[in-house]
């Protein structure tokens, strides 16, 4: 299983964009990027995801380089409720997510 | 549709004794997977079930076991419990086995070993 870096912190302004990287330099073919995030030790929330092509949906946007060894989570409009820990991982067909540290989004008023 | 539902949400034991904790995926969901979850170690996957058959396992000792049934739902076993095992255990289902999409989670059963 491919393995994911990421920043372990980052802040926000409210209202704000926010870009969150993640470097997944050893992904193999088949295997999709995700995002999850997790709030106050809730369970984990999907948030996107995607294998070659940049992703929208109502929650965020997902944009993978095109050498896909790196890609970009984003936020257009960062809200208080945003702050959570948000985790990328690459995955297959299978449950198994390796999960790494994560990025704390701190977002502030 | 109800969510990955996930019993009990706490509990207290002590060491040595065993706990069993419960997962009932979303209806229709047939794989269902485990993490457990500490400060020191994060995110760990324990094990994933598809169709009552183990089809991953993580690097976790003997004591940890599961299984599923043939509605889906599926428990896990710790035995003889050490104060490390305190966490949060999450469960986690999706559709099926080659399944890409996503894997919901339930709210998590979090255990406390005194």
């Known amino acids: 299983d491919a393995k994911t870096t990421q920043p372990p912190s980052m802040d926000c302004a409210e209202g704000r964009a926010a870009n969150l990287p993640c470097n997944h330099s050893t992904i193999s073919g088949n295997e999709y990027v995700y995002w999850y995030r997790q709030i106050h030790s809730q369970g984990p929330q999907y948030i996107i995801h995607g294998l070659k092509n940049n992703e929208t949906n109502e929650m965020a946007s997902l944009i993978i380089t095109e050498d896909r060894k790196s890609s970009t989570l984003i936020l257009p409009h960062a809200t208080l409720r945003d702050t959570a820990v948000y985790y990328c991982?690459?995955?297959?067909?299978?449950?198994?997510?390796?999960f790494g540290q994560g990025t704390t989004l701190q977002v502030k008023p | 549709k109800a969510g990955v539902t996930q019993t009990p949400r706490y509990l207290i034991k002590t060491r040595g004794q065993q706990v069993t904790l419960s997962c009932s995926p979303i209806s229709g969901h047939r794989s269902v997977s485990w993490y457990q979850q500490t400060p020191g170690q994060g995110l760990q996957f324990l094990f994933e079930y598809f169709s009552e058959t183990q089809r991953n396992k993580g690097n976790f000792p003997g004591r940890f076991s599961g299984r599923q049934f043939s509605n889906s739902r599926s428990e896990m076993n710790v035995s003889t419990l050490e104060l490390g095992d305190s966490a949060l255990y999450l469960c986690?289902?999706?559709?099926?086995?080659?399944?890409?999409?996503?894997?919901?989670f339930g709210e998590g059963s979090r255990l406390t070993v005194l």
């Open positions: 986690a289902s999706s559709l099926g086995q080659s399944y890409t999409g996503e894997l919901f």
């Open positions: 991982i690459v995955r297959w067909n299978t449950g198994k997510l390796i």
